[in-house]
């Protein structure tokens, strides 16, 4: 799996001289699945993080869980045949779901997210249908990882990659690797309380960031455009075009978002803020005022190291991640088997 391609220098401790260990590219290959609320992406590259192949098709992933499955199966067959890459070469499946993951039952945390996806066991059933390993992860932990492989923080160990669309999450980089927590629920920043009197939210409680920042909430708050209620993508096309309302309602998230961002950075002291989903590509509407907020309310020693920028990847973010997530548990395992 690995190749020596340089010998360094004896390092001054005297020790023996180190070795460039490099993974060999084309022996082997990892997997990428993404299921969106309507939409499943499948994707293959090798073990040098080179994408070989991808596709994509639309479905209703939400409610019917099954064919989802059964697409993602007949997709992950044909980006093999396409890339050339045979089966026993493949080193496991990752696997994004829009929502909470429950990495110990491999499956959905949350049935009010994933409706038809309830009491489904979708690591043990991609599992047997690939005949791989698989591992699944939340939609903002593999934008995370994408970034982390391929983005924004590659030169980055400790970051945090907040994903602003339909809902608010972020995905927490320390030292390098994923936080997740004990019960996987890390960087649930949506639900940071800013008002406890405020608007009812999904989860139960009130006045978390989501009832005023997320999709819906700005939807709302905008109101009516041209007769009609406008999608989070028609906001995003106006607030770049100009219009007053829908730049102020995106600019005033990016406030609030900023004041949950900056108690994270007092916790965690990141180097940088990655900021992706849909909204992000308003660009400096939505991180100005972010980056205000920030340095309103956090420490100024945390503030002052920050950097607030844009992902570089928006739509396929979750495909690249869920490579990631493959390509990585492998490096680990390599790691594992050189030592
Ligand atoms: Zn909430």
Not at 8 to 22: N, S, W
Not at 65 to 85: F, I
Not at 168 to 197: F, K, M, Y
């Amino acid at each position: 799996m690995i190749h020596e391609v340089e010998v360094g220098t004896p390092d001054f401790r005297g020790g023996r001289p180190a070795a460039l260990l490099m993974l060999r590219d084309s022996s082997l290959a990892a997997v990428g699945i993404d299921f969106g609320h309507s939409h499943v992406g499948v994707a293959v590259a090798d073990i040098g993080h080179n994408v070989l192949a991808e596709r994509r098709c639309d479905l209703d992933v939400s409610h019917d869980a099954r064919a989802a499955l059964d697409a993602s199966t007949r997709m992950v067959d044909e980006v093999l045949t396409e890339a050339r890459v045979e089966r026993k070469s493949v080193i496991g499946a990752g696997i994004g779901i829009p929502g909470p993951v429950d990495r110990a039952r491999g499956a959905a945390g949350s049935a009010t997210i994933l409706p038809g996806w309830t009491d489904l066991r979708i690591g043990i059933e991609m599992r047997d249908r690939l005949a791989m390993p698989v591992e699944i992860e939340n939609d903002a932990n593999l934008g995370a990882l994408a970034e982390l492989t391929w983005g924004a923080g590659r030169d980055s160990s400790n970051f945090a990659y907040i994903k602003v669309a339909t809902g608010i999450g972020a995905g927490l980089v320390i030292d390098g690797r994923l936080l997740r927590g004990t019960s996987g629920t890390a960087g649930e920043i949506g639900h940071t309380t800013l008002d406890e009197s405020g608007a009812l939210c999904y989860c139960g409680n009130r006045g978390c960031l989501e009832t005023v920042a997320s999709g819906p909430a700005i939807i709302k708050l905008v109101g009516l455009v041209e007769g009609e209620v406008p999608t989070l993508s028609r906001i995003v096309e106006l607030a770049l075009a100009g219009d007053l309302r829908c730049h102020r309602a995106i600019s005033d998230a990016g406030h609030e978002i900023g004041v949950a961002v900056a108690g994270l950075c007092n916790l965690i002291n990141p180097e940088r803020v990655i900021v992706g989903g849909l909204l992000s590509r308003t660009g400096e509407i939505l991180l100005q005022p972010m980056r205000e907020s920030i340095r309103r309310h956090a420490v100024q020693a945390a503030a002052d190291t920050l950097d607030v920028l844009p992902a570089v990847f928006v739509e396929r973010a979750e495909l690249l991640g869920s490579l990631a997530l493959a390509l990585h548990g492998s490096s680990e395992r390599a790691t594992r088997m050189v030592g």
